[in-house]
């Protein structure tokens, strides 16, 4: 990624009120990050959604400036830089249409992992509260060590999910509200630091960036964007927590919460996600894997013969690869075979009816 480039992808984040759909749309009209910032104002107006004010801000050219500050600071600090059109960019945010253009992220695992899990809840945590977090999570680790916990750093529920998957060798990702250049409660520094080397940090927000309250109900899509699923435990009736998995819905990623008390106020939010079918009532790791799919299945063994001369060639190049690997989503499949992704999907579709393979949640596909 050359500097220029960078920091025309910062800078495009950058554009007040611009907004993560329209900077898309200008990028797409354009057909490319430098050109939103050649073309005059009498250009951008004439855009749908582009309004004068907005336009005024585009041509403003102190936020190239800006981008080219933290560009270098990113270059000096060993941070990352995803950018929605880079091919690493993580295939489940790229299905959210409000996903951030561009974050940092700071650390060493796979943001398109095949099993990542975000963990919410109240900073007001219970014994019991942090007592099931770290249940669920051992568990969830003795049958799926390649699972990634995500979460917020927060006080609470947030600190004793990363805390319970870096006990139990898991990687965990704290999605920040705020930029590297802060650590927020400033007592979760070590854990913070720790992460980086079994997990990492993301941010949407530039370096020198502080923890405002806004900030933290905007990080809350990424937390939910980012995995396959959102499992709350204890919340009350309002709270980020519920923010969260409103926005997991929206997205139609599976939410899970633990249930409580009717009396327990620390209760009240999950109750009432389960009462309102926006949550599936869990009780322990073994729900979440049952709900995912993720329990391990024995594949039987293929029978070739008249099963390979009903399929066509193509057909059988999916069948032998998911042969090989077990399991893959659509995104996998796609990127192993090279094939354009509304071809896949009418294949993948055809082998399901001849009963070859099963669509699991999460575009999983698996042989029958």
Avoid at 337 to 343: F, N, V
Wanted: net charge neutral; hydrophobic share 40%; glycine share 8%.
């Amino acid at each position: 990624m050359s500097e220029v480039s960078l920091k025309h992808k910062i800078a495009l984040g950058l554009i007040p009120r611009i907004g993560d759909i329209n900077a898309r749309k200008l990028v797409s009209h354009f057909g490319s990050v430098e050109a939103v910032f050649h073309e005059p104002y009498r250009s951008l107006i004439k855009i749908p959604g582009i309004g004068s004010g907005i336009a005024k801000y585009i041509t403003d050219r102190s936020y190239l400036d800006v981008a080219e500050q933290e560009a270098e600071y990113i270059s000096k600090n060993n941070i990352r830089t995803y950018f929605y059109l880079d091919n690493d960019y993580p295939f489940r945010l790229r299905q959210c249409d409000d996903s951030p253009v561009v974050f940092f992220f700071k650390g060493n695992c796979d943001l398109n992992s095949a099993k990542i899990l975000s963990v919410v809840g109240t900073r007001n945590a219970t014994s019991r509260g942090r007592e099931l977090c770290e249940k669920i999570i051992g568990g969830l680790a003795m049958g799926h060590p390649d699972v990634i916990i995500v979460s917020g750093l927060a006080y609470g529920i947030d600190i004793a999910s990363h805390k319970a998957a870096m006990a139990n060798n898991l990687q965990t990702i704290g999605v920040l509200g705020h930029g590297f250049k802060t650590t927020y409660p400033s007592v979760h520094t070590s854990t913070a630091i720790a992460m980086i080397k079994q997990g990492g940090l993301l941010t949407d927000f530039l370096s020198d960036e502080l923890p405002e309250r806004n900030n933290f109900i905007k990080r809350n899509r990424i937390i939910a964007g980012l995995s396959d699923a959102t499992l709350v435990i204890e919340s009350g009736k309002k709270g980020g927590a519920l923010i969260t998995a409103d926005i997991a819905n929206s997205y139609n990623r599976d939410v899970f919460a633990v249930p409580g008390r009717p009396d327990d106020q620390w209760s009240a939010g999950c109750n009432s996600l389960i009462k309102s079918n926006k949550a599936a009532l869990t009780e322990c790791s073994d729900d979440i894997e049952y709900f995912l799919n993720w329990k391990s299945e024995k594949l039987k063994p293929p029978v070739q013969g008249k099963l390979f001369s009903d399929m066509d060639e193509t057909e059988k190049i999916v069948y032998e690869l998911l042969i090989k690997q077990g399991e893959m989503t659509i995104d996998d499949i796609c990127r192993s075979l090279e094939i354009a992704i509304q071809k896949l999907s009418a294949i993948l579709l055809q082998m399901e009816f001849k009963g070859l393979l099963k669509c699991y949640p999460g575009n999983l596909y698996r042989i029958t």
